[in-house]
């Protein structure tokens, strides 16, 4: 016999004769769009802390009042998702950067509270130094630090605070401090810099404590709302899952073994004067673009004829030889003749003496990329580069070669190869420094891209030592004159100097 479909009906629970003393705070969305179903619950797993320390949160700035004027910056690990919750203005950055993006935040919009809310791993792990300079920067930032001590996103691996002994997937035989070190004290750490004006850690282990964090969280978030400085708030916090535990004793953990090693403790409570001498003036972001915007327009070289749409100019040679400057002059000088103008740079870790790359683009449109795969001029200042970008070239395109002549064995078909010994035109005006103006001035001359009154006016603005200027105008000249010798001279072979 065929059986009824089962049906399962919303159990029916009557509120009459209760009163709800619970209430979600208003700072919380009243509906978490993270998932389409499931939106009256967090991701958070049973008996988490995150979700503790949220509602903390949410509670003081409903009470204090903070909500409209609070930014959030969630980092990377369980609490990624704390956007989804408070209702406040949200940032999610990379992993350890909160309080890099708390600073930027905090500085731009200096009346606003910004929280820096983050975990074991992403601030004492991949964020050590981004802590450790805002707090010593004094940023007047709240940061709510959850040290549950594991990463628990990615599964249990060991944190910087993992206790001696305590397993994880990377210390599966617990931790060693002769292998791993012993865990790290932020809050003690911190408390060692002069400039934070309040430092707590409290536990999240029974309600007495939580109370207290409870507390700690609302002092600190009140200093902000006062302006008073850099606040840290340590929460050790219980992470059942990873842990292995049930929620109960989850906390008990926290009780018996966390708290013993991390003692909960005010480690600082004061207000600091800081020196507030010297200080620039403060402008908005829209102050400072419409300033350069204006600066730019008075600067700015009108009336000039483009022969071309787009110029992709590829300069390459070793760090030191002024490849990176040359390029930025060239944009400036764009920019002055109202063209679109892009520059991007290429530089390996070494200072001196490694490759380095620049491109610069001009144009009369806007430019979609930066990156030149073909470059209608390559600037070699080397062998090296001219043999690895000669290629790129576009057919037809120019190429100037700092040197006198090209390698025998080298050939290339698809362009107009100049070569101009910058180094030893540089050599004979005084410094080898200026080769980069000389090739400046061979390019101007060569191809007429931009004009060389322009050029002295950037370098006239650039560069405020006299004697350089000087020295400069004339590697710029010398650089012009010796395109014209060399094309009035006109009959240079490409082995000599000059290739068709
Ligand atoms: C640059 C980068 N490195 C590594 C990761 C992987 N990762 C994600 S969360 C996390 C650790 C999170 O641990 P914790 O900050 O303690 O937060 P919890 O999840 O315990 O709350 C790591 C290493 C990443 N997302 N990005
Ligand atoms: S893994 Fe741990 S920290 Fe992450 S949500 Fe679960 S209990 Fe919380």
């Not at 059986?3 to 208003?26: G, R």
């Not at 790359?357 to 001009?362: D, Q, W």
Request: charged share 20%.
């Amino acid at each position: 016999m065929a059986k009824d479909p089962v049906t399962l009906e919303e159990p029916k629970v009557s509120t009459e004769k209760y009163e709800v003393v619970h209430q979600k705070s208003e700072v919380f969305y009243p509906e978490y769009e993270r998932k389409t179903d499931l939106r009256h619950q967090t991701h958070y797993c049973p008996g988490c802390g995150h979700g503790v320390v949220h509602k903390l949160i949410a509670e003081a700035l409903e009470d204090l009042g903070l909500q409209d004027k609070t930014i959030l910056v969630s980092p990377v690990g369980c609490s990624v998702f704390a956007y989804y919750y408070f209702d406040v203005g949200n940032v999610q950055v990379a992993h350890g950067r909160a309080p890099a993006a708390a600073t930027g935040l905090k500085r731009a919009c200096p009346d606003k509270i910004v929280i820096s809310y983050q975990g074991d791993g992403d601030l004492a792990a991949i964020g050590t130094s981004e802590i450790i300079h805002a707090a010593n920067r004094g940023e007047k930032i709240a940061v709510f630090f959850v040290n549950n001590a594991i990463y628990g996103m990615t599964g249990g691996q060991m944190a910087p605070t993992t206790l001696v002994g305590q397993r994880s997937t990377t210390s599966p035989w617990g931790r060693r401090p002769v292998n791993e070190g012993f865990p790290m004290h932020m809050a003690e750490l911190i408390s060692t810099l002069q400039t934070p004006v309040y430092v707590e850690r409290v536990a999240l282990s029974d309600n007495k404590n939580i109370m207290k964090a409870r507390r700690a969280v609302r002092k600190a978030l009140e200093l902000q709302r006062d302006g008073a400085g850099f606040t840290f708030v340590e929460i050790l916090s219980p992470c059942p899952t990873i842990w292995g535990k049930d929620p109960v004793d989850a906390r008990k953990w926290v009780a018996e073994k966390m708290i013993p090693n991390f003692p909960l403790q005010v480690f600082r409570d004061r207000k600091v004067e800081i020196p507030n001498n010297n200080v620039p003036p403060h402008k908005t972001v829209a102050e400072l673009v419409e300033g350069e915007r204006q600066a730019a327009k008075d600067a700015m070289v009108t009336g000039r004829h483009h022969h071309f749409q787009h110029l992709g100019i590829k300069i390459a040679g070793f760090g030191g030889q002024g490849v990176l400057l040359l390029g930025q002059l060239l944009a400036e000088m764009g920019m002055r003749e109202g063209l679109e103008v892009s520059w991007l740079p290429s530089y390996g870790p070494e200072m001196r003496s490694g490759s380095a790359h620049c491109h610069v683009a001009l144009s009369k449109e806007r430019i979609g990329s930066p990156v030149l795969s073909h470059p209608d001029v390559l600037i070699a200042f080397n062998e090296i580069s001219l043999r690895k970008f000669a290629a790129e070239v576009v057919p037809g395109g120019t190429i100037l070669y700092g040197r006198e002549k090209l390698p025998e064995d080298l050939n290339i078909p698809q362009a107009q190869v100049i070569c101009v010994p910058a180094a030893e035109i540089a050599d004979k005006l005084g410094s080898a420094k200026v080769a980069n103006i000389v090739l400046m001035g061979a390019l101007l001359e060569e191809t007429e891209c931009l004009a060389a009154t322009t050029a002295r006016q950037v370098l006239e603005a650039k560069v405020k030592n006299l004697a350089l200027l000087d020295l400069d105008c004339k590697a710029l000249d010398a650089g012009r004159v010796y395109i014209d010798h060399t094309v009035s001279v006109g009959a240079v072979t490409q082995a000599d100097g000059f290739a068709q």
